[in-house]
Each structure stands twice: as structure tokens, then as C-alpha cells.
């Protein structure tokens, strides 16, 4: 395993390759390994199961992988949030937990790390992402505005949608092909914007929604000349930019490796200036900040804070907590700062990459090029036999955790959900299995072991049959939907 490029290695592929990333990346020969900067001072014992089990523990859970019960997991892939591992500064910050109702001084350690490191001016705290969607959702969007975005997220889409907003996609058309290989499929398309404007006028937009990197594409970057233009195409319009800072600090070393003008630069410098290009931001704390609760919604303007500050208390909880304890924002302080550590992020994303070199080299189909936090199976081609509608992706998951007891997660039509005027599946043009890799968790032989298992499934695709749905929520579906094979 190899270093991923940085410096005037990085700089030159950027410039001689149109923006395509090279497929040997983090795999360079002739270089030294790297290693995390860390080391284990305690551990959890895992369960490993036999083969009868897991088809016992799938059934029960409706062939849903967020129904099993973790005790029955022996990796757990499902997700990147909240399933990091705190450092023995954190857990040290657990202690000093000041468990105020009012004014706790963890609070104000949280206030100046996020004016820090992300820079904005406001800061309110709510109990983890959702929650922040939830307010910003409520002061800045008016009902029938639309609210265009760099590819939907499940959560932010419904807050969205709940209320009174219509979610537009204006993602570049790269995003939605995953054998291309463009260094910055997150981007957003202008033109888009700019058709959205010209239809339904300036103020039926609520803001621009940006998601860095993107989730549901793979965990795709957005450039920083890519913001800044989105910027002034914000004040040209006098629209808003409001960013979903959930993995921003990803972002940021995506904008470090690839784009001309940022090699020497330091992640936290490059993630404050792309967040000065917006007007605010919604946190998941649970990813790119190392906690395993918490998150925030921060702004620039004085009366968008005061609204934001209002609604926290009948949400969430006072604006000095926002639904968490002392303590739990004394971690959230702590991992902000460790979150920006060049050698933190370049091990994490590089841990990202060593898996996904594997699969790349023994030809599985997969999202390209590889993103920051997860490797994402594009079940379409892994399964050319099953239409959508049998669920591709779901029936990957189901698979792999049938074949090893690796635990991984849909995203594709099930994660979609439906139309709420229609009725109708939203069909994405991604049908994937995303296998996320928690932060400062799990080793390499851990690694070894899903990739390996990755190639067992892959090697029986011919033989495997869909599913269909038996038992569908009306929100946020593919949490609880129940599933029965075809
Ligand atoms: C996880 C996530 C959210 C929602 O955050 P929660 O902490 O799960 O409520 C929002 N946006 C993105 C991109 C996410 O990945």
C-alpha cells in the first residue's frame, strides 16, 4: 500500500490527465507505507458467526441490514456516523463535562473550535444532524420555494420537503455515471442553477443546498473553484449558499491532493476558506467530527441565528445544549480540532482507499474514483440480471452479510423513497451497496477480510436472485422496510 499523492505528484496528474484521476492512486509503487497516526489502548471483543446464523439473524431482520442486531455483525460497514473511535482526549473531555442547564462552559469550548475551524460567526448546537436540517430547514425555506442541491441526501431532502420545499438536483451530469472518473464529481452544475432562475425566477429559490463531499454519490468532492463561483453566482442573485458540512473536512483533502494552487496548503486552512464561501452550515457531527452524538447549524447572519436560536427550544433544547450534554460537546470541541489533522485525514481517506484498491485490482464494479469515506458497489453491474425493482443493491447487502457477517447498506431506489405527489419509486440512476468504513475503528487485516469477502460474493453473482418488498414505512423507508427473497 502507498501514500495517497500529495504535492507536486498530485498537481501534475491534475494538470495532464483533463481532471481524470488515475486508477493506480494510493497505490504507488516505490513509495514507504503509511500508517495511522495512533495507537489501540482499548478494545472490544467482536462475534463472529457461522453461516447458519447469519441466514437465521437475515430472515429475521426482513433481509434489512439496519434491522439485525449488532451483536450478530462481525464488521460493521453500515455507516461512518457515530461509530468512530474517540481519543484519549476526548474521553478526558467527557470528564469535565459542566452539566448546566444554562450557559455550560463545554458550550463555548464547542462555540470558538467550530468559529475556528469552520469560521462561522453563530453557532447553535441540536442533537446530531437531522436536527439541525430540521431548523435551517424551517427559517429559510418558505412553502413552494425550491431548493436546488448538489444530489439529495435522505434526511436533508425530507426536512426539506416537510417544509413546504421542492427539492431540484443540479449535481453535474458526471455524478450520476459511476465509471467516470472526473476529479470533482460533486460539483455543482451552473447552468442548472441557471435554467432553475430563469424558470420560476430568483425568489422561488430558497438557497442553494451543498453537500461536500457528496454522500448518495460515492462521497464525491466539490471543487473550491467550484464554491467560489457558486458564491458569486449567489450574489449575483442574492441567493443563499448554505453548506452540509457532514464530511467538509473530507473535502478538504480531496481540494489538497487535486486542485492547482492548494498542494501546500494545510486542511484547515482550505476547509475555512471553502466554508467562507457560504453563508452557513448543517453539521452531522457523528462523521467528519469523531463524536458518536452531536451536531450544529452555524450561520453569518445575526437575524437567521436569531430564528435558529428560537426554534432550537422547542426542537431540541436549550441554545446553550441543543439536545446534548456537556460532555458530549466537550467531544465534539475536542474531535473538531483532531478532525483537521493533516495526518488524520490522510490516514482515514487512505484506509478508504486501501479497500478499495483491492476491489479495484480483481475487477469489482464499483463507484469511481474512490471517495473519502466509503466504497460504493454499483450493484447494476455487479448484478446485470436483476432490474431495479428487485432491488440490486439491498440484495448485495443482504449478501455480503449472508457470505461473512460484514454488515453494509443500501443506496439506491430503496433509499430513494417516493415521490410525494406521485406516489412512485424515485428510480436513481445508482443502484449501490455502500460499505462505509468508521474512522480510527477497524485495521487493514480488517480490510483484507471485507474485500475478500467482496470477491466471494462477486465470483457467485450469477446464481443470486432479488427481493421484494413486503413491509415499506412512509418515511425514510429504508430503515425499516422488510424484505422477502424473490
Ligand atoms: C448523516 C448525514 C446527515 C444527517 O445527519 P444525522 O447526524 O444522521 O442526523 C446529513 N447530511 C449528510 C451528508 C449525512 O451524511
Redesign the pocket.
Known sequence: MGHPPTGAAALSYVMTNKHEVPRTMGQQAGRRSWAEPWKIKMVEPLTMTDRPTRERAMAEAGYNTFLLRSTDVYIDLL?D??TSAMSDRQWAGMMVGDEAYAGSENFYHLETAIQTYYGYKYLVPTH??????NLISRTEIKPGQYVPGNMY????RLHQEMAGGIFVDVICDEAHDPTNRNAFKGNVDLGKLDALVKEHGADKIAYVSL?AT??MAGGQPVSMANVKALRTWGDKHGIKIYL?A??AVENAFFIQERETGYAGRKIAEILKEFCSYTDGA?M????DSLVNIG?WVAVNSWEVFEELRNLVVVFEGLHTYGGLAGRDMEAMAIGTAESVQDDHIRARIGQVRYLGGLLEKWGVPMMEPIGGHAIFLDARRFYPQLKQDDFAAQTLAAQLYLDSGIRTMERGIVSAGRNAKTGDHYRPKLELTRLTIPRRVYTQAHMDVVAESVKAVYEQRESVKGLKMVYEPKYLRFFQARFEPL
Open positions: 455507516t456516523s457515530g446530531q444532524g437531522r436536527g439541525a436540517e441526501f435522505t434526511t436533508t453537500g457528496v454522500n452540509d457532514t464530511r448543517w452531522s457531527a457523528k462523521k451536531g
